[in-house]
């Protein structure tokens, strides 16, 4: 069975750091390409960032670059999100995504984890 | 970057009656080289994380109940629910996956009349 389990969300203040981190099992973690994808609260889905399977390639929505990392683990089989100089609109649930159809970049998301959330407030 | 605008933005049906959400791109997600259109649907129940229902505009995921179909290309997309059930309330968002941003539709929240 396929699992994705995300940790590390929590109250931060703003220009606060947190670092996500997404445990995968039930496939081959490192063969394919990983993301992350936000949600505000009763808001819709919104990409925030992806990272090819050996982790060199990485790409980052508008409103978190120079922020936001990504990185990967693939001996852990952990995905990572870590965020700095965090903003309030940067509340939201994180959810990790994989793509396992195939190792190209361009596939559906096929499993999500069920997200942490990240609030960030005074 | 690509623009997914989906209509309507709430729907109410009976149970037992279609249900239709459409989705438009602001580009063609169709790649000419294979013939497929990089097009998905996703349905989110309160408190879940959303779930693969459709890819490739048409196909429908392992488990998926055959009364959820996808129909369009290019441009124009459809997601169908031919019998609406209680279990298919949920809020369905379209996204297209040809390139980043991986943009997502706004979300169509799908009740029961």
């Known amino acids: 069975e396929v699992q994705l389990v995300e940790s590390g969300g929590g109250l931060v203040q703003p220009g606060g750091s947190l670092r996500l981190s997404c445990v995968v099992s039930g496939f081959t973690f490192s063969s394919y390409w990983m993301h992350w994808v936000r949600q505000a609260p009763g808001k819709g889905l919104v990409w925030v960032s992806r990272i090819d399977p050996d982790g060199s390639d990485t790409t980052y929505a508008d409103s978190v670059k120079g922020r936001f990392t990504i990185s990967r683990d693939n001996a852990k089989n952990t995905l990572y999100l870590q965020m700095n100089s965090l903003r309030a609109e940067d509340t939201a649930v994180y959810y990790c995504a994989s793509q396992s159809f195939g190792s190209g970049k361009y596939y559906p998301f096929d499993c999500w984890g069920q997200g942490t959330l990240v609030a960030v407030s005074p | 970057d690509f623009v997914m605008t989906q209509s309507p933005d709430s729907l109410a049906v009976s149970l037992g009656e279609r249900a239709t959400i459409n989705c438009k791109s602001s580009q063609s997600v169709l790649y000419s080289s294979n013939n497929k259109d990089y097009l998905a649907w996703y349905q989110q129940k309160p408190g879940q994380p959303p779930k693969l229902l459709i890819y490739?505009?048409?196909t429908r995921e392992s488990g998926v109940p055959d009364r959820f179909s996808g129909s369009g290309s290019g441009t124009d997309f459809t997601l169908s629910i031919s019998s609406l059930q209680a279990e298919d309330v949920a809020v369905y968002y379209c996204q297209q996956y040809w390139g980043s941003p991986y943009t997502f539709g706004q979300g169509t929240k799908l009740e029961i009349k």
């Open positions: 490739w505009a048409s």
